[in-house]
C-alpha cells in the first residue's frame, strides 16, 4: 500500500482574510494529481466550510489532508468550545455563528448539512470545552 | 495540427528577464537558455505577456489582410471594442464606413451576434436555475473558457452553452451573402476584427462547435492605421448610406467593454469581473459555493474587457470614456429609428454541439499512483528550496521549479542559491582535499632540511 500524501495546514481563528487557503491548497493539489474535477469540487466545498466553521467558532485551527489513490481524508481538528448538540448543529439553518461572521456572508446553517452533503463520509467528535474534529471522507470514483 | 494557442515569441527581442514568468496566470512560460519558453498545452492566450514584456519580445500570430485575397466576397465582422479606437467626431456609421473601405465587400457588426447571445442567456436562464447550473458563466471570452477547462473543470457546466457573438455574426453574414450573391460558400471570406489573440485561438481550435464561420482574425492594430485614414478622407454620403443601415442596439455595442454584457440580461444577480487574475478568484468563489445569490456572472480575461484587449491601440481607460459615448448614441439612435434597429432573430443562436473537456495539462502523471509520488517529492523538493520565489531559475517560484524537476525538465542547481551552496561544499571539499594533498607529499620540515644536508 503507498502511503499517502499528507498536507498540513494552519487556520488561523477569526482570520476571514486568508480563511479557504487550506482548502484551495488541497483543491490545487488534487487537481495536480488528476483526480476527477466533480471529486475535487467536492472535496473542496466540504473542506472550506469544515474550516470556515473553526474560522468562526473555534480560533482557528489543524487542517490534516491525506490523499489516497482513491479517496482523500480531511481531517479539521479545534481546540474550540465544542458542539453541544451535534444533531441539531447537522439541521440546515441552525446556526451559532457571531453576527460579524453573518455579515460577511458566512454562518448562514449551511455548514455541517453542506459538508455532509459533499463527502462520502463524515463524522464528528467533540467535547464541549475541548473541541472538535471533523472528518470527511470523499471518495474520487462514484 | 491547429496551433492551440496563438501568442508568440520572438527571440531575438527576448532579453530572459522574468516579467511574464511572474504575471503569466496559468505558469505556462519559463525561461530556458535566456529564451522564454511558452507550454502550448497550458497558455491560455490570455496576452498578459504581450502587455507586461518591457522590450516587446511576445506577439500575436494573427491573420493580415493578405488572407483576403484567395476570396472572391470579403466581409468585416467588427468586434464592439474597435469602435472604442476612436475619439470624436468618429461615428458608428463612419468607423463601419471606414473599416469597409479598407477592402472588404461587407461589414457587419459583431454587437449584432451579441444581441443574439444575450436573448439567448435570457431564455436559457430559466432552465439553468433549474438544472443546478448556476451560476451561469459567459463564455463570451476564449481565455476564460480556458481557464476554466485547464483550472476549473468541475465549472464547465457552467459556461452559456451558445457560440460567441463573433461565431453569430459569421453565420447571419455568410447566409445573408450567399442569398445576396451566387458565390459559393468557400468563396467568401469572413473576417473578424480583434482585439485580442484568443479569439485566433478560438478560430484555429472553435469553443463549443467543430466549425467556425470565420476564415480568418486581424487585430485591430493591424487594421487601426488603415481605418484611420479612411476617417480623413470620408465621403458624407457613404455615411448617410450607412446610418440607413439595420444596426445595433446599445445592448449589444455595450459588449466591448465590462460590464456591458450583463447589462442586457433580465437579472439583477449578477456579477462582472475583470483582468484574469481576479477572474480566477471569483471561479475559486464559484467552486467553493461562496457565491449562492448570483445568477450571471460576465468574466473578461482583461482589465476593462475588450477594449483592454492586448491587441486594441487606445488607452483602456479613454477608451472606457468613449464607448460610454458610443452606448449613448446609440441609445438616442434606438429611439429615433425603431425600424432601422436590428431585432434578434432566435433560429442564429449557435448552441454548443460539444461541451470543452477538462484540460488536464497541470496534472503530474496520469497514474494518480505515480502523481502521488511525484507530488509528494515536489513538496520535499519545494521544502528544501530557498523559497525567495525570485524567478532566476526560469520557472515563476520556487513550487514551479520544484514541479518542473520532478516532471524532468529542470533540476535543482538551476536554482542560483543551490549552485551557490553546491559551489561552496565543493570548494570546501577541494580545499580539504589540498590540505590532505600537501601533507601527503610535501615532506616534513625537519626532513627537508635532513634533505639539504
Known sequence: MIEPVKLEYKIRGSDFINAGEASSGTKKALNRLGVSPAAVKRAAIAMYEAEI?????????????????????????????????????????????????????????????????????????????????????????V | MAKLHSVRLNEDKCVGCTNCIKKCPTEAIRV????????????????????????????????????????????????????AQFGTPATRPMVLAALLNIGFDDVYEVAIGAEVVTKGTCDYLPLARSSSRLPLISSACPAVVRVIQ???????????????????????????????????????????????????????????????????????????????????????????????????????????ASGGEAMGLQTEKYLVVDGIHNVIDILEEIENERLRDIEFIEANSCMGGCIGGPLTVANRFSAKSR????????????????????????????????????????????????????????????????????????????????????????VESDCIFKLKERIRSVAAQMSELEFEMNRHTKPAEGEQEHGHT
Not at chain 2, 478560438?202 to 487594421?223: K, S, W
Request: charged fraction near 25%; include cysteine.
Open chain 2, 150 to 256: 485547464e483550472k476549473y473543470p468541475g465549472l464547465i457546466d457552467n459556461l452559456v452553452p451558445f457560440d460567441s457573438p463573433m461565431e453569430v455574426t459569421a453565420e447571419l453574414a455568410r447566409r445573408d451573402a450567399l442569398a445576396r450573391t451566387n458565390l459559393k460558400p468557400q468563396e467568401i471570406g469572413i473576417f473578424f476584427i480583434s482585439p485580442c489573440p484568443a479569439k485566433r485561438t478560438a478560430v484555429t481550435n472553435p469553443i463549443g462547435n467543430r466549425l467556425t464561420q470565420v476564415d480568418g482574425v486581424l487585430a485591430i492594430a493591424e487594421v487601426y492605421p488603415q481605418i484611420l485614414a479612411k476617417l480623413e478622407k470620408m465621403n458624407p454620403d457613404q455615411v448617410v448610406e450607412f446610418e440607413q443601415r439595420i444596426l445595433a442596439d446599445a445592448t449589444g455595442v455595450g459588449w466591448g
Open chain 1, 53 to 141: 466553521n473553526a474560522v468562526i467558532h473555534a480560533d482557528g485551527g489543524e487542517a490534516e489532508v491525506f490523499i489516497y489513490s482513491d479517496h482523500v481524508i480531511i481531517r479539521i481538528i479545534d481546540q474550540g468550545p465544542g458542539i453541544p448538540d451535534v444533531s441539531l448543529a447537522m439541521q440546515e439553518g441552525w446556526s451559532t455563528a457571531p453576527d460579524i461572521a453573518r455579515e460577511m456572508g458566512f454562518g448562514a446553517g449551511m455548514g455541517l448539512p453542506n459538508i455532509k452533503k459533499h463527502s462520502d463520509d463524515m463524522s464528528i467528535e467533540t467535547e464541549i470545552g475541548k473541541g472538535t474534529t471533523v472528518t470527511i471522507t470523499v471518495r474520487f470514483q
Open chain 2, 32 to 83: 530556458r537558455d535566456g529564451k522564454a519558453r511558452i507550454a502550448e498545452e497550458r497558455c491560455i492566450d490570455c496576452g498578459e505577456c504581450i502587455k507586461v514584456c518591457p522590450h516587446h519580445a511576445k506577439s500575436a500570430e494573427m491573420d493580415t489582410l493578405d488572407a483576403l485575397k484567395p476570396y472572391r466576397y470579403t466581409i468585416a465582422l467588427a468586434a464592439p471594442s474597435l469602435y
Open chain 2, 323 to 410: 464607448m460610454n459615448r458610443y452606448i449613448q448614441e446609440a441609445l438616442v439612435f434606438e429611439a429615433e429609428h425603431q425600424d432601422s434597429v436590428y431585432k434578434p432573430d432566435r433560429d442564429v443562436i449557435r448552441p454548443w454541439t460539444e461541451m470543452p473537456q477538462a484540460n488536464n495539462a497541470l496534472t503530474l502523471d496520469p497514474d494518480i499512483f505515480k502523481a502521488l509520488e511525484k507530488y509528494e517529492q515536489m513538496e520535499k523538493i519545494t521544502h528544501h528550496l530557498p523559497g525567495l520565489d525570485c524567478g532566476a531559475c526560469g520557472a515563476p517560484d520556487c513550487a514551479a521549479l520544484a514541479e518542473d524537476i520532478v516532471r524532468g525538465l529542470a
